[in-house]
């Protein structure tokens, strides 16, 4: 008889990585659509390789570690979905302030110009 061995998974963590996966594919979707253009800018960003890129693109796999600080880094969408996968909506508002705030002082700046 051969022992029953390997990792217990609990019933409430079923899922959720096939759900973090479809999140981060949909979030680089929506911000660089679906082309080549999209994975060369996923490699850039990322310095992961092609095929790499192709896959999270896909939503085969999705990114680990650095490699996803590194999205999250360059992508306000890969931002968003792990701020709300992890519940933290409101730094996600946060983050729209601040782009705002970067907006309007670049505004400010082009309104000045034009005045001088």
Known sequence: MVPN???IVPVRTRGIRE???????????????GGA????????WTGASGRTAKYWLAGDR???GWHLI????????VMRVVLAMA????????IELG?????L???SAILNALRS
Request: charged share 30%; no cysteine.
């Open 19 to 33: 759900d973090y996966i479809a999140a981060i594919a949909a979030a680089l979707r929506r911000e660089l659509g």
């Open 37 to 44: 253009r999209a994975i060369k800018t996923i490699m850039r």
């Open 5 to 7: 061995m390997g990792t």
């Open 62 to 64: 999705g990114p680990e």
């Open 70 to 77: 590194l999205l999250a880094k360059n992508s306000d969408e």
């Open 87 to 94: 519940d933290r909506d409101l730094l996600s508002v946060s």
């Open 105 to 107: 002082v670049r505004a």
């Open 99 to 103: 782009a705002a705030e970067a907006a």
